[in-house]
């Protein structure tokens, strides 16, 4: 079983982790040392991280088949059900992905938080409605454990691929679809993943911390979450975590690879969102046009 974090104690009583009040919140931020934008952070924490938006991206994708340009993938990731993150709040990041039908649907992982036994079932419950016409993939992230949360999402119809690859027809075409685990990084095992694919190839990598290794592999499209947009980001600082990622949201490209980093739907560490609204997202897939 992968090792999952253990979050940090900020109440001091460690059973309490993740029930924070309003008011311990902004006491340690500003303990922190950010303390005046605490009210900007109490208004993070009450409104910015439930107000969900549909990101829609067109993304050029090279080698991709004509017959596959114009697919749309809805992309859901890091729902982190936990008390911090409700039914409510994750049916209606379900519902949102729904009513733009896609035509197949992938999930990026941490459905739960820190491994959290008590909400598998609910964070599979909550993704069960999804559905698409090509299917549903997902992979896990750093805060799932490697047996009940991808047993849970089986036994919902949804594909679990844990360093695996699969393959889909569409219009005739093979589009190939090839999962990490979290812990998978050396681009040989990445390769041994991918081995036999089609040019039509989309990486489900749980961090954008897999890009340079996709870069290598000339891999046409990676998909990513984990880095939650930076889930709090300072006006004229940036998100705090930026550093840690090569690309910390939206679409980026290097050489032969585009890269699409979720801002993800749920929160960790601290519920709270500062102008990073969490989102799901539909990815409009076309070929690389030639440069005339
Ligand atoms: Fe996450």
Redesign the pocket.
């Known amino acids: 079983m992968p090792k999952v974090p253990v979050p940090p104690v900020i109440s001091g009583d460690k059973h309490r982790s993740g029930h924070f009040s309003r008011r311990e919140i902004v006491n340690a931020l500003a303990a922190a040392g950010i303390g005046t934008i605490a009210g900007a952070l109490d208004h993070g924490y009450v409104y910015q991280r439930r107000h969900l938006e549909v990101t829609r991206e067109t993304i050029p994708v090279s080698g991709l088949a004509s017959a596959l340009s114009g697919l749309r993938i809805g992309f859901l990731t890091?729902l982190?059900r936990s008390q911090a993150v409700s039914h409510d709040m994750a049916a209606g990041a379900v519902r949102a992905l729904l009513a733009e039908r896609p035509d197949l649907i992938v999930l990026g992982g941490?459905y739960v938080t820190w491994g959290d036994r008590r909400y598998v079932a609910a964070a599979a419950d909550a993704l069960a409605p999804l559905e698409a016409p090509h299917g549903v993939f997902a992979v896990l992230?750093n805060?799932d454990d490697d047996r009940d949360m991808p047993h849970a999402l089986a036994a919902k119809g949804i594909t679990v691929l844990r360093d695996a690859r699969t393959r889909v027809t569409i219009k005739g075409e093979s589009l190939d679809l090839a999962g990490l685990r979290f812990w998978t990084r050396k681009a040989g095992d990445i390769a041994r993943v991918i081995r036999g694919a089609s040019s039509n190839l989309i990486l489900l990598a749980h961090t954008p911390s897999r890009l340079p290794e996709a870069t290598a592999l000339a891999i046409p499209l990676m998909l990513s979450?984990?880095t939650?947009g930076g889930q709090i980001v300072l006006p004229g600082l940036g998100a705090i975590a930026a550093r840690e990622f090569p690309v910390i949201a939206g679409v980026a490209r290097r050489e032969a690879t585009a890269v699409f980093v979720s801002r993800?739907v749920?929160t960790?560490y601290l519920p709270i969102r500062l102008n990073c609204p969490p989102e799901v997202a539909v990815l409009t897939l076309e070929p690389v046009r030639p440069v005339s």
């Open positions: 890091d982190h941490d992230g805060h979450g984990h939650h993800g749920g960790v």
